[in-house]
């Protein structure tokens, strides 16, 4: 089984920058993709995300430009910039690879208005 942990939320003003991480551990398959899901209040799980862990990445339209996902190994990255009110929202790790997929805990970011 693969644990996932997930640091880094918070409360941070609009405009500025905050940096989540993922450290993935257990029986980690080496072909995996990792990356950052966000749920606000009241609306559905979406994508922010996800990079693979023979490079290639994807991001949601709403963060391009403004968010960067990167990975040390088996540990994942989202840097966060340009915050806005409309990101807050508790923010998930998912880890998947051809045997399943896991989710973290979520870790809350905050950007009041």
């Known amino acids: 089984q693969v644990q996932l942990v997930e640091s880094g939320g918070g409360l941070v003003q609009a405009g500025g920058s905050l940096r989540l991480s993922c450290a993935a551990s257990?029986?980690?398959?080496?072909?995996?993709?990792m990356g950052w899901y966000r749920q606000a209040p009241g609306k559905q799980r979406e994508l922010v995300a996800t990079i693979a862990s023979v490079g290639g990445t994807t991001y949601a339209d709403s963060v391009k430009g403004r968010f960067t996902i990167s990975r040390a190994e088996n540990t994942v990255y989202l840097q966060m910039a340009s915050l806005k009110p409309e990101d807050t929202a508790v923010y998930y790790c998912?880890?998947?690879?051809?045997?399943?997929?896991?989710w973290g805990k979520g870790t809350l970011v905050t950007v009041p208005s």
């Open positions: 257990g029986s980690i398959f080496s072909l995996n993709t």
């Open positions: 998912r880890y998947s690879d051809y045997r399943y997929a896991l």
